[in-house]
Structures are given as C-alpha cells and as structure tokens.
C-alpha cells in the first residue's frame, strides 16, 4: 500500500547486503514482504536478501506476476506456491516453503473475494500459515464498505475455522495502521485510506478474537514502520506507516521469540516484516508393550474399535530496528 503517485514507480537504491536478518537460528523463521511487483524488486536486488535470511516460508503480497512470467530460480531450495488471480499485472500473492506443505489452499472460499488474487494458506505440521494481501480502501474510499463489511468479517471467519483444528499465523499488507504510534502523522491522516475508524475497528476485532500482533508484543514504542512514500526524503526521515504484520493464535505466544521489521532492506515501498518461533514440542513416541505383556486378542480387537477416526481433524522480537505525508496508496 503507497500513494497513488507511488505506485506508478517504485525507484529505490539497490540493495546493499544487510546484517544479520533474522534474530534467532532454530525453529520456525518466517518472512513477509509486500514486494511492489515481483519482477520489479528482482532486478533491484531485493531477492538477494530473502536468499540469505534463513527463513522456513517467505510470504510475497503484491506480485503482479504468475508462476510463469516469474521463472523457477528466483529463490532456489523453496517449494513456489501462488495465487494470482483472474487480472494479470494485479495484486497476486506467492509463499514459498522449504518442504512440501500438507496442504495448500487459495482465497476465502468467497467469489466476490477470490478473484483479486489476495489469500494464500499453506499447512504446515503444526501450524497454518495464511499469506494475505488484504484490499486497499482507495483514496476516495470506494472500496470501504467492500473491505469492512465483506472482506474483514469473511477474513476473521476464515481465521477462526482454521483455528478449531490447528494454530492459525497470518501475515501480509493489511493496508491498515491501527493505533495511532503505526504512523508518524496520525492527526493528519485521520479518516484518511488505511487510517479510517472502521478499518481500525476491524484490525481491533482480530485482536478481541485472540489473534496476537507479534511485533506489539515485543514493541509498545512509536516509530516503526513497514511503509514509506516515495517522495524524496520520505523514507531516509522515516516518515511512515505500520501496515504489514504477523498475527498469531493466543497458542504460539509461549513460541515466538522474536518479531522484528526490516527497514534497511530495500527495494521496495514497503520493507520485510519476519516472526520467529521454536520449534513445535517434540512428539512423544508410544511404547511397545513386550510379549509377555500383550493383551488378549479379544481386548485388542476392543481397543481397536474404540480408536478415533484416523480422518478426524486435529485440534488445535526483538523489536525493528528503527523507528508518510500522505495517505496509503490506492493501487489496492
């Protein structure tokens, strides 16, 4: 999300090689990055960060390509997973994994929704990893009733279904600044596209259904932020947005151990966000009864029937490291 103006060109200094990018080395580092058109941060060097960041899964919003246009070797040792939707050049979001996920699904299961190309969900062993790009307002707010009333009840819906069978972690562009230390001109932009009373409220209503915004749990300061404009200086006087985020289950918070925001890599109008867990808690392995043990046939034919449903679904940072003149951008 970025001013109109913007969008029309993302020009940006290449990437230069960056520090450490992630804050721990074990259990689950993932990666999201609204990446203004794929190809686009590609030839700025953009990728060359999310090579070396070590991360299980990278989350891409904003794509603006298919599978074909983008090729095979843009991120070598990942598994490519996409939703493009029916516009081409548009929108469109990508996750990438390092093994193969138990299952992938694209949208809401919604029409009206799915056609844009802005939910991906890959199931991972523990946890569902859910990649969206949520719809942007637009400058004149055509789009609210669209986002508020449809998209985010759909959205959270969706959300807590997944939740009854495994812990839910959401990330992506959801085009929304919710307290007013998520911008650095709150007064200014009130009421303005990505800083309206009822996206806000809808953000709230996340949290109020036990969804925890990770890097607030590390981070209660102001002056971090995911999104700058490009108007010169903009960005280098970290004027700017927090809009891109990594929602959690009440369940994982013992799990994650850092989320941290990626301001100095670039290429891009919006900069990396990352999450880092531990690993799940290691499955205990059943005992072999010895022989002598071993119940009767009959019992065992008993213990048998009384086995549940082999079909029956399973139940359920650091901070950034630095701290936009005008409202969020209209691309959608």
């Known amino acids: 999300m970025a001013p109109e103006t913007a969008r029309q060109a993302v020009e940006q200094t290449p990437v230069e090689p960056p520090g450490p990018a992630i804050t721990a080395r074990r259990g689950l580092h993932l990666v999201s990055w609204n990446v203004n058109g794929l190809r686009a941060v590609s030839r700025k060097g953009g990728l060359e960060w999310l090579r070396r960041c070590g991360a299980t899964a990278i989350c891409l919003q904003e794509v603006r390509c298919t ?21 081409l050049g548009y929108a469109g979001v990508a996750t990438f994994t390092r093994k193969k996920p138990v ?30 790009y949520t719809p942007n307002v637009r400058r004149t707010l055509e789009r609210l009733p669209l986002r508020t009333e449809v998209w985010d009840p759909a959205f959270l819906a969706y959300c807590r279904q997944l939740e009854q069978h495994k812990p839910v972690v959401f990330c992506g562009d959801l085009n929304v600044s919710h307290q007013e230390i998520d911008l650095a001109n709150a007064r200014a932009n009130r009421g303005n596209a990505g800083f309206t009373d009822q996206e806000r409220a809808g953000f ?22 995911t999104w700058w404009s490009n108007q010169p200086g903009v960005r280098q006087r970290n004027i700017g947005w927090r809009i891109d985020y990594f929602l959690a289950s009440a369940g994982l918070l013992a799990r994650i151990q850092a989320a941290q925001i990626h301001p100095d890599v670039l290429g891009s109008d919006h900069c990396p966000v990352s999450l880092t867990l531990d690993g799940p808690p290691p499955r205990r392995r059943a005992m072999r009864p ?42 959608d």
Do not use: I, M
């Open 67 to 87: 599978a074909a246009q983008a090729g095979n070797d843009l991120l070598p040792g990942y598994r490519a997973h996409w939703d493009t939707g029916e516009r």
């Open 103 to 132: 299952s992938v699904r694209r949208g809401l299961g919604h029409p009206e929704l799915d056609a844009e190309g802005r939910l991906l969900t890959v199931e991972l062993e523990d946890l569902y990893l859910v990649n969206v």
């Open 204 to 225: 709230g209503r996340l949290l109020a259904a036990g969804f925890v915004d990770a890097f607030r749990h590390f981070e209660p300061g102001p002056g971090h932020y």
């Open 290 to 331: 010895s022989p002598a043990a071993s119940p009767p046939a009959a019992s065992t034919r008993a213990a048998r029937q009384r086995r549940p449903d082999k079909d029956a679904p399973a139940t359920a940072g650091g901070a950034a490291r630095r701290r936009q003149p005008t409202a969020p951008d209209q691309s």
